[in-house]
T-cell receptor, first 112, second 114 residues
């Protein structure tokens, strides 16, 4: 079974803090994604990566950056957290032969 | 660019009743279409997908969906709903060579009445 894990299920941070969200997949997938999920807005793509050290902006990259140093790990970074970044963050990896995305359980981030 | 509309924000059905969740997409060519389900506190899980061929696709948990090109729709159906089907359902569309990068609808929350 494909497994996508995220470092924390719940996280509380203060405004201005630097926040790291980690995602690890165990299926050797090349493509990985970070989404944010807000009520009524569905999933919005923040960044995705199609290979180690390769990244591309999604629909809402402002205030975020990413790092992909190893194939299995894709990190989302909030350089200076703000209250409007309080949200559920979902990581996914993609099986290119089926285009199925495998999702992690999500990290619910609260910025106070 | 592709887009997805799920017209129903919230649907309530009785256990044992049939279910249809609507999804409309916008894309010039044949898209890749997906339905995902998200149970409370969980990530998303793929229910089914359509790439080409037979327009009626079968998925997991007894779900099926029908691609209708003329209506730009990909509605999800289940003949008899179980209480465990209560969840949020997302339709997604991928297109062309960038099929891995999908656009998601806003989701439909399903409540199942006993």
């Amino acid at each position: 079974d494909v497994k996508v894990t995220q470092s924390s299920r719940y996280l509380v941070k203060r405004t201005g803090e630097k926040v790291f969200l980690e995602c690890v997949q165990d299926m050797d997938h090349e493509n990985m994604f970070w989404y944010r999920q807000d009520p009524g807005l569905g999933l919005r793509l923040i960044y995705f990566s199609y290979d180690v050290k390769m990244k591309e902006k999604g629909d809402i990259p402002e205030g975020y950056s990413v790092s992909r140093e190893k194939k299995e790990r894709f990190s989302l970074i909030l350089e200076s957290a703000s209250t409007n970044q309080t949200s559920m963050y979902l990581c996914a990896s993609l099986a290119v032969n089926s285009y199925e995305q495998y999702f992690g359980p999500g990290t619910r981030l609260t910025v106070t | 660019a592709q887009s997805v509309t799920q017209p129903d924000i919230h649907i309530t059905v009785s256990e044992g009743a049939s279910l249809e969740l609507r999804c409309n997409y916008s894309y010039g060519a044949t898209p890749y279409l997906f339905w995902y389900v998200q149970s409370p506190g969980q990530g998303l899980q793929l229910l089914l997908k359509y790439f080409s061929g037979d327009t009626l696709v079968q998925g997991i948990k007894g779900f099926e969906a029908e691609f209708k090109r003329s209506q730009s729709s990909f509605n999800l159906r289940k003949p008899s709903v179980h209480w465990s089907d209560a969840a949020e359902y997302f339709c997604a569309v991928g297109a062309g060579t960038n099929a891995g990068k999908s656009t998601f609808g806003d989701g439909t929350t399903l409540t199942v009445k006993p």
